[in-house]
């Protein structure tokens, strides 16, 4: 069993450290500042966020196809897609009304059409478009969640869709989203001192 700690205790004396080597800091001269700040802070910084960022792509990756998979069959994903996404759109829809209509005091309207709402359009459709990746390597090198999801969406469906034809990759999938959410649990336990 692994030993529970206070996240409470774990912030606070995260929190004291940042004080006290911040008024370290205050007396320190600007060379030796800049000479910590290049030799220590900004390595450890960029090695950190490499790693989170190391880390994030997979878990997600991995977490969105083994819920998909983990639905069972394609007429309970059916079933959940439609509630989901008719949740979403009414959701989004609402809060657009609410807070344009909030909106609409602080805004002088122009309905003309010119060649701004060209220009919007394609950009929207652009992005819908760069939801479909080059390759299934990019959305990881680069970091692009939305494609990461994407795979991960697609990838689980044929996961259901083949159902006992892929059981050793579902398992496979399974596994490996085990040992990156233990990774990801042990790094996220160093973050307050990272902040």
């Known amino acids: 069993k692994t030993q529970k700690h206070n996240n409470f205790l774990i912030m606070m004396s995260a929190f004291l450290m940042a004080i006290i080597f911040g008024v370290i800091g205050i ?5 030796i500042k ?21 880390l994030a792509g997979p878990m997600i990756f991995l977490s969105v196809a083994w ?12 079933r959940i897609g439609k509630v ?15 807070f344009a209509s909030l909106c609409i005091p602080f805004f002088s309207w122009n309905f003309t059409t010119g ?9 929207i ?32 469906i ?11 990759v579902a398992r496979a999938i399974e596994q490996i989203n085990y040992i990156i959410q233990f990774l990801t649990e042990f790094i996220t336990k160093t973050l307050p001192f990272f902040i």
Request: hydrophobic share 50%; proline share 3%.
């Open 125 to 156: 459709f652009s992005m819908i478009l760069q939801i479909f990746p080059k390759n299934i390597v990019s959305p990881f090198a680069e970091g692009n969640t939305l494609q990461i999801i994407f795979l991960a969406f697609i990838i689980g």
């Open 34 to 54: 800049e000479s910590l700040t290049n030799a220590i802070i900004t390595p450890l910084y960029d090695t950190f966020l490499n790693i989170l960022s190391c």
């Open 67 to 78: 819920g998909i998979y983990g639905i069972g069959d394609v007429a309970t994903l059916k």
């Open 158 to 168: 044929a996961l259901i869709f083949l159902g006992k034809k892929t059981t050793s």
């Open 27 to 31: 007396f320190l001269s600007d060379g």
């Open 115 to 123: 060649k701004s709402a060209g220009n919007e359009f394609a950009s």
């Open 84 to 98: 989901i996404f008719s949740g979403f759109i009414l959701t989004l829809y609402a809060c657009v009304i609410i």
